[in-house]
């Protein structure tokens, strides 16, 4: 089957507008937005004026019951992806859905039992996963005898930094109280599904390891595959830095995030073999067409040989999208899969245990002491 895919977009916020939406545009014969939908009345006007599309909604089931479409962009705020994502595959849509795909184990059952009744296809929005840097990165670690050590790291500054400098985004202030209620209401009852009690005290850091991590955790379960443990992890600052350390078969794993005032984003993937390292360096993805460069240090004999390569100027996000037109027409294979989701969620858990212990045995020391 080839043509366009007629597609509804939920969530019309920030990176949709310096991302998808424009992306899906640029790409018009292969994508046609026949219908928006944003909690924001006088954004949804703005968006429909902008891109031309004549259907407009302020509820995203009307949307997902609009019999024109064919697939849905699900980009609205974490708490609403589980409910909009089932309601999606229950209308026989196929799905993108942004990370995280949900926020707890039950939603995520939840979604894996409505694709696998629906036949449709849930593709989840790990865009960094989809750089040709990170791709042939995939390969020169696969190609190492030994590895000795990785480092992801992901300490960046806000958002805002880069889209004041850079974007136009409409924001508007009609969304109703009470769904601002609502949102936060879902939030706090989802995390606690995840990690009960806990939430008490780490429900932020769940909620942006949800949000920024997963792009970290993903790519490192791609390229390393599940560690065995977490060794330890501690988090600390209203910046919400923290470190953790993974456990692999014969090696460890530092993962360093954090946010803060400065103008710039560092983050980055490293792997150290005997006689390799390879090096993956990302850009803000709030300006596109910044590319994704990987470096390779090699030692052979008495010689050593530094290689950068910038395989393409093409943003991550497009590649992603066009590889969304794949799965859809063309049967082509996807990897950030709804199990594959699956598995960042118990990462979080286990990240979030290994917090709270190193805080209850610092506790204890101090008690004792």
Not at 2 to 21: D, N
């Amino acid at each position: 089957m080839t043509g366009r895919i007629k597609l509804g977009v939920i969530g019309l916020g920030e990176i949709a507008q310096i991302a998808h939406l424009p992306i899906l545009y640029s790409l018009r014969n292969q994508f046609e937005i026949t219908a928006i939908c944003d909690v924001s009345k006088q954004l949804v006007d703005a968006i429909a004026q902008q891109y031309n599309v004549s259907k407009g909604y302020v509820n995203a089931m009307e949307l997902i019951a609009d019999s024109e479409l064919e697939a849905v962009f699900i980009l609205n705020s974490d708490e609403y992806h589980a409910d909009n994502v089932i309601a999606a595959l229950q209308s026989g849509l196929h799905v993108f859905v942004e990370k995280p795909m949900c926020l707890n184990m039950a939603d995520a059952e939840r979604i894996a039992a409505a694709k696998q009744q629906a036949g449709k296809e849930v593709m989840v929005g790990y865009m960094r996963r989809y750089a040709p840097a990170f791709r042939q990165a995939l390969e020169e670690v696969k190609s190492m005898k030994h590895i000795n050590y990785a480092r992801f790291r992901d300490i960046i500054g806000y958002n805002h930094f880069f889209i004041g400098q850079t974007q136009n985004v409409f924001k508007f202030s009609d969304i109703p109280a009470e769904l601002a209620a609502d949102k936060a209401e879902r939030g706090k009852e989802q995390v606690r599904a995840a990690i009960g009690d806990l939430a008490d005290r780490h429900a932020n850091t769940y909620r942006w390891m949800a949000g920024l991590c997963s792009h970290d955790f993903s790519a490192m379960r791609e390229m390393l595959g599940m560690p065995n443990r977490v060794v330890a992890a501690t988090s600390w600052s209203d910046r919400n830095f923290m470190n953790v350390l993974f456990e692999y078969d014969g090696f460890h794993v530092m993962y360093e995030v954090g946010f803060d005032h400065q103008i710039r984003f560092d983050a980055s993937i490293e792997v150290f073999g005997d006689k390799k390292t390879v090096h993956v360096e990302y850009d803000s993805g709030y300006i596109r067409q910044l590319p994704t460069i990987l470096k390779i240090e090699q030692s052979e004999g008495d010689s050593y040989q530094e290689t950068v390569v910038r395989p393409t100027y093409t943003d991550p996000y497009t590649i992603e999208i066009k590889h969304f037109y794949g799965v859809v027409r063309e049967g082509v294979p996807l990897n950030t899969t709804v199990e594959d989701a699956i598995e960042d969620l118990k990462l979080f858990q286990m990240i979030v245990q290994a917090i709270e212990d190193q805080n209850n045995s610092f506790i204890n020391e101090s008690k004792t002491s």
